[in-house]
């Protein structure tokens, strides 16, 4: 099976088990890490903020315009930073580093 490893806010990474296909919005929840995504991937907000590491970042398929446009209002925003909804889990994708930001922000609530 595929792995990611996810960095915490205070700089702590752990790696887990990453189901091809599966969003890694949905590969980060089920793994108890804090990623909202309160539209569940509807592309309605930028709960789902994650920031890949740059030696990763070009193996991504290229953000479409809608999520450039959500992207936009996430906090903390970077160059290599994307909506973990839009990202499908593929063999590829083996080993991606994801970092957490300090914090989101819900324009929902």
């Known amino acids: ?25 949905n590969i980060a929840q089920a793994n108890d890490f804090d990623v909202e995504g309160a539209c569940e991937g509807s592309l309605a907000c930028s709960t ?6 740059p030696e990763w970042y070009e193996r ?5 315009e809608e999520e450039i446009d959500m992207l936009d ?10 909506l973990s909804c839009q990202l499908l889990m593929s063999e590829e994708l083996d080993g991606l580093v994801i970092n957490l930001p300090s914090e989101t922000h819900n324009l929902m609530i």
């Not at 990611?4 to 088990?17: A, H, L, Y």
């Not at 789902?48 to 590491?53: E, L």
């Open 1 to 25: 099976m595929s792995k990611i490893i996810f960095i915490d806010p205070n700089g702590v990474s752990r790696e887990v088990d990453a189901p091809l296909g599966q969003t890694i919005l």
């Open 48 to 53: 789902c903020h994650i920031i890949v590491d």
């Open 60 to 64: 991504l398929r290229p953000a479409e």
């Open 73 to 82: 209002l996430a906090y903390g925003l970077t160059r290599t930073s994307r």
